[in-house]
């Protein structure tokens, strides 16, 4: 949200969100020069009331007047509203990856169906994305594999 509030050499210039962890960004105008304070809403929840929270920022905040306090609800209740999303999504951790050492680079083919790491361990292991099972170990490399890639738009060769 753009706005313009002016108080003792300060200007306020645009209220920006962080939706998590939850926040706002102030971006002011202060001598000449363009500056970022953040002001963090840990406690902000599905339940918080707006009204009482936009009061307590204003008294907080000397850059938050009673010119910005619409500007202020509004981003404050969309920041609430997407507290409410459904975050039902599911993660699941299929595979451990089987490098004895750790892992330099990964890479996709372009359908998403391999993937390629490389290794401090000098393999390159090819992966099935969609059983998560290793398909192929690629041993005989004299360093560490810093780089891989498939071979576009074919993706029918690897290089290592």
Not at 112 to 141: A, V
Request: aromatic share 8%; charged share 25%.
């Amino acid at each position: 949200i753009s706005l313009s509030t002016s108080l003792l050499g300060m200007k306020l210039v645009k209220i920006l969100v962080r939706y998590f962890p939850p926040g706002l960004g102030l971006e002011y105008i202060q001598n000449g020069e363009t500056k970022n304070k953040m002001v963090d809403l840990f406690q902000l929840m599905e339940s918080t009331d707006i009204v009482a929270l936009a009061d307590q920022l204003m008294k907080k905040e000397r850059l938050l007047t009673k010119g910005t306090r619409p500007y202020l609800l509004l981003t404050l209740s969309r920041l609430r509203s997407k507290l409410k999303d459904d975050v039902r999504h599911k993660f699941y951790h299929h595979r451990t990856m089987e490098h004895i050492l750790p892992i330099t680079n990964v890479r996709f083919n372009k359908d998403g169906t391999k993937c390629l790491t490389g290794s401090f361990d000098r393999t390159c292991k090819i992966w099935n994305t969609t059983s998560g099972n290793l398909s192929t170990t690629l041993e005989g490399h004299t360093g560490v594999v810093f780089d891989i890639t498939f071979n576009y738009p074919f993706d029918d060769r690897i290089i290592s």
